[in-house]
């Protein structure tokens, strides 16, 4: 039996799904192209053929497409927002696409994702197929550029990578390095936010009581090794990988917890510029109302001052009252204990 699986990267999932991509709930389906969009081979068809010739209509109405290239269409008939259509063949010049363009592409469907606001993307081994790219070079490409993308972004919550049903050796060979190059990319950022959580926990630790202290030393034991893995192999390392993430298992639930919590704090962050941002103006407003009343010396000060002093005093208020709010959403996110 075949299983799909997730991983953690900052505070989006990468799943890895053994499914038809047309068929995966999502706002985005990456179609693997040709230059005059003939969608005549492998999963590019299949999109075709789920989706209606609609799909196709509307992307040839893009011109003078070359290889590295990703435009948007309609979905057509399938569940999904829109499809986008990497270009990584020209039967023209029978011309496929190269490493430094595949992980352009890669970047360029990530980018167009971010620009169009959608929240998850379901794309293929890129151009494994009909282009015959390299399959060892595919998976390098695929797992650092959107590992890297979800470890900095705020945007794309999901991005599943939708691998072919395993039906020969060489396609479980395949899919098996996939699993395990996301895997390590997981573990690499998992890395990272164990060294956050020790910092905010030493940090607590400094100024409360009540962080549990086995804890924190499970994780810097579970830190020491992660170290060890990376330093004793740069490549994959399959064999071990499984084994550290069932002693570390107990980590999960902690660090999910930590990353999920990621695309809301940057809300509030947001939220909290604009709110210092407003409560700055009609600070600076109440200092000139407050020059204009002094003027009068305390007498016969127009009604129509004092009211606007009054207003901008609520004003400030309400605006910190907001700040305050915000500051203790933000600490109950950050906080260990």
């Known amino acids: 039996m075949i299983n799909n699986k997730t991983y953690y990267i900052g505070g989006s999932q990468f799943n890895v799904l053994y499914a038809d991509i047309t068929t995966v709930l999502t706002d985005v389906i990456v179609s693997s192209d040709d230059t005059d969009i003939t969608m005549s081979g492998g999963v590019s068809r299949s999109i075709y053929q789920a989706g209606s010739s609609a799909i196709q209509v509307d ?38 696409i190269d490493p430094n363009t595949l992980e352009l592409v890669l970047k360029r469907i990530l980018e167009l994702g971010k620009a169009l606001k959608v929240k998850s993307i379901a794309l293929p081994a890129i151009a494994t197929g009909t282009a015959g790219y390299d399959y060892t070079n595919s998976i390098k490409a695929i797992t650092e550029v ?27 060979q395949m899919n098996a390095l996939f699993e395990n190059a996301v895997e390590l990319v997981s573990i690499k950022e998992q890395n990272q936010a164990i060294k956050g959580l020790l910092q905010e926990a030493n940090e607590s630790l400094r100024q409360k009581d009540t962080v549990d202290t086995a804890i924190v030393e499970k994780l810097e ?57 407003s409560i700055n103006y009609h600070r600076t407003a109440l200092r000139h109302y407050e020059i204009e009343k002094a003027k009068y ?28 709010s915000v500051n203790t959403q933000l600490k109950s996110f950050i906080e260990i204990g």
């Open 59 to 96: 992307a040839r109405k893009h011109k003078g497409l070359k290889v590295g290239d990703v435009i948007v269409s309609t979905a057509g008939n399938l569940h999904a927002k829109y499809v986008f259509h990497a270009i990584t063949l020209n039967y023209e010049n029978n011309t496929a």
């Open 221 to 277: 034991e579970g830190l020491v090794r992660i170290l060890s893995i990376e330093k004793e192999e740069k490549g994959i390392v399959p064999t071990k990988i499984p084994a550290l993430l069932d002693d570390l298992s107990f980590l999960y639930d902690l660090l999910h917890s930590v990353s999920s919590n990621k695309h809301e704090i940057e809300h509030l962050k947001k939220d909290k510029k604009v709110l210092e941002q």
């Open 146 to 172: 959107i590992g890297g993308f979800l470890k900095e972004n705020d945007t794309i919550e999901e991005v599943s990578l939708c691998l072919l049903k395993r039906e020969e050796i060489s396609r479980e």
């Open 297 to 324: 010396g305390g007498e016969m000060v127009p009604f129509r001052l004092m009211m606007s002093i009054e207003d901008a005093e609520k004003e400030i208020n309400a605006i910190q009252e907001k700040i305050n």
